[in-house]
């Protein structure tokens, strides 16, 4: 969160164009890029000179203008140690919208068509900088607020207590298809709960905190490593290239060197570029194995509930019972389900015996395997991975 507003000279080799118009082909786009660098410079000189549709997520965490007038003490008089560096000094907000609306619309263009944004901010910033998102073309797929679990107070007792900051995450346009979101690999990592848009994460401190040689913070805004590793678990999947325009102390890089991600970084501060690329060097990848995008289920094969019939795994006219054993249905041969008068497909007849519009029936229905009840969901899972492997 570290980039001066004036041009400045980067360090990135230019596109070459043909006579035409166009751009070099697709395959050598990505040997322009600065794959894993830090790029010293202005953010917005340095994105102008990479290549269109080249990056597959931005996560941005601008300067916040916030707008520091008076030095900020403690009840004992001590001092607060808070942002008041020259980056995050702007003459207005016109000038500070004018720098948002040009970083944000570069960032769009380098960004693929189905790349996705996170940006952050507080109360300072965030809706003017979500003002210029939707202006400039991109689709808001969500706010999210990251709740800390140990936030400042507010010292002087006029306001309440600053607890949270807002993350905007946007695709590209309304009309963007493909973006990546794991959300099952998040479900699943969630206790099986739908993944909320509050997170309730601590502000970084201990030993992830970098500190210079007098023992002062080197960044005054360095972001928690768990925030950061949660968007990328959630929209982005291993070698895929991660831009951030306002490196600092490259919490970012950490990050996506640690999950098998590729980074971006674009900083003018040659004091934040080298504490980062110190703590990047030795950061250790996780295994291939730990970090590999689980496959979500839409991509899956689909099984009909027939073809689990016709593969002996489950019988025509065994019995159905859900998880608690309150309802039972009996299987037809032609894979359907049947209670009393009642027929029809496993969702259908799930939703019926609950009184509600849906259900999802391969979860809903077990059946008794070895004295135990099994999901039919995990028998299609035996299906296709036997099928896989034929």
């Given amino acids: ?19 035409t118009g166009r751009q070099a082909p ?35 965490d601008p300067p916040y203008n916030l707008q520091l ?6 009840p004992d008089n001590s001092h607060v140690d808070a942002v008041d560096d020259d980056w995050d000094r702007f003459d207005s907000f016109s000038e500070y919208d004018a720098f948002t609306r040009a970083w944000l619309a570069e960032c769009h263009r380098v960004m693929k068509p189905n790349a996705t944004l996170f940006v952050i901010g507080s109360y300072h910033n965030i809706f003017r900088v979500g003002s210029a998102v939707q202006d400039l073309g991109f689709w808001i797929l969500n706010d999210i607020v990251w709740r800390k679990a140990n936030p400042m107070p507010n010292f002087r007792g006029r306001r309440f207590t600053n607890a949270h900051e807002t ?12 973006y990546t979101f794991h959300y099952e690999a998040l479900k699943a990592g969630n206790e099986d709960t739908q993944m909320r848009s509050d997170w309730y994460l601590p502000l970084c401190t201990g030993e992830e905190r970098l500190k210079n040689a007098d023992g002062r913070k080197v960044h005054p805004t360095q972001k928690p490593e768990a925030l950061i590793a949660r968007t990328l678990l959630a929209a982005t999947n291993p070698g895929d290239i991660v831009l951030d325009p306002f490196f600092g102390s490259g919490t970012t890089g950490a990050v996506a060197k640690r999950l098998g991600r590729h980074f971006i970084g674009l900083e003018r ?19 291939a194995g730990a970090v590999a995008a689980a496959p979500a289920r839409r991509t899956e094969p689909r099984v009909p509930f027939l073809s689990l019939i016709e593969a002996g795994m489950i019988a025509a006219g065994e019995e159905l019972v859900d998880a608690r054993e309150t309802h039972r249905a009996t299987v037809r041969a032609d894979g359907t389900l049947t209670i009393g008068p009642v027929v029809g497909s496993i969702h259908k007849v799930g939703a019926l015996v609950q009184g509600h519009p849906s259900c999802n029936g391969w979860t809903f229905w077990h059946a008794r395997r070895d004295g135990n009840l099994v999901a039919i969901d995990t028998l299609r899972g035996d299906y296709r991975a036997r099928h896989a492997a034929a």
């Fill in 1 to 19: 969160m570290s980039i001066s507003r004036t041009a400045a000279a980067g360090v990135l080799p230019r596109i070459k164009v043909s006579r």
């Fill in 26 to 60: 697709a395959e050598r786009v990505e040997s322009l890029l600065p794959i894993d660098r830090i790029v010293l410079g202005d953010c917005i000189a340095s994105l102008r000179r990479l290549p269109s549709h080249s990056v597959d997520l931005v996560f941005a």
């Fill in 69 to 74: 007038e008076n030095a900020l003490t403690r």
């Fill in 167 to 178: 993350l905007i995450w946007a695709a590209r346009s309304a009309d963007a298809r493909g």
């Fill in 269 to 287: 501060d040659p004091a934040y570029a080298q504490a980062a690329q110190a703590r990047i060097d030795a950061v250790v990848p996780l295994e």
